[in-house]
């Protein structure tokens, strides 16, 4: 034999390798940590979806609310509707709202809007004519100088845990026909 120091280290890591005594210990204090990570991962993806399903329930219920007013709409009401969806909403965060009232005209072919308000963030404008105008895909095809309520919510979901998951901005987009009154008024008093 050309190197006699190795046969000792040899037969040691022989021995080493068949030794199975304490193997379950450290299995477990290497799989522990993902285990746990693991459990972490489904509880936020699990809670994710459940706030999308509350906040988007939350802005259905909006949505019916004010398909059901008769009372002409005010910035008051806008901020109280803000106020319900949150209540609503459990935990979300930084929320917005954006409420419409768009017409459809035949003779121009393309939606226009009657007034749009927003609460919760200044940044949030009010829609225009000229960003609904081709919502043909986005909105009902609906009879000319019809009015639809579009309702539109912005919640941030922050996870529980920190798994690798950054914040999510969850957006619903909602719209209804006018239930009681042919039209929905806004007056900025």
């Known amino acids: 034999m050309a190197f006699p120091l190795l046969t000792p280290l040899l037969r040691r890591l022989r021995a080493f390798h068949s030794e199975t ?4 210990a450290v299995e477990a204090v290497i ?7 693991a459990y972490l991962g489904l509880f936020v993806y699990f809670d994710g979806y459940r706030q999308a399903s509350v906040t988007h329930k939350a802005s259905n219920t909006l949505t019916d609310m004010l398909s059901r007013e008769t009372a002409n709409i005010t910035p008051t009401y806008v901020d ?5 969806f949150d209540a609503m909403a459990l935990q979300a965060q930084d929320t917005k709202i954006r409420i419409s009232v768009v017409r459809w005209k035949d003779s121009e072919g393309a939606f226009s809007v009657d007034w749009s308000d927003t609460a919760g963030s200044a940044l949030l404008q ?6 609904v105008e081709f919502w ?4 009902p095809s609906v009879p000319d100088q019809e ?20 914040p999510i901005e969850m957006k619903s987009f909602i719209f209804s026909r006018l239930r009681f009154a042919p039209q929905l008024r806004y007056s900025a008093n």
Not at 136 to 139: I, V
């Open 147 to 166: 009015r639809v309520i579009v309702v539109e919510t912005w919640a941030t979901y922050n996870p529980r845990f920190k798994i690798g998951m950054d």
């Open 21 to 24: 005594a304490g193997t379950v």
């Open 31 to 37: 799989i522990f940590p993902v285990v746990i990570w």
């Open 126 to 131: 009010p829609l225009t004519t000229e960003d």
């Open 80 to 84: 109280n509707a803000k106020a319900l």
């Open 136 to 139: 043909d895909d986005k909105l």
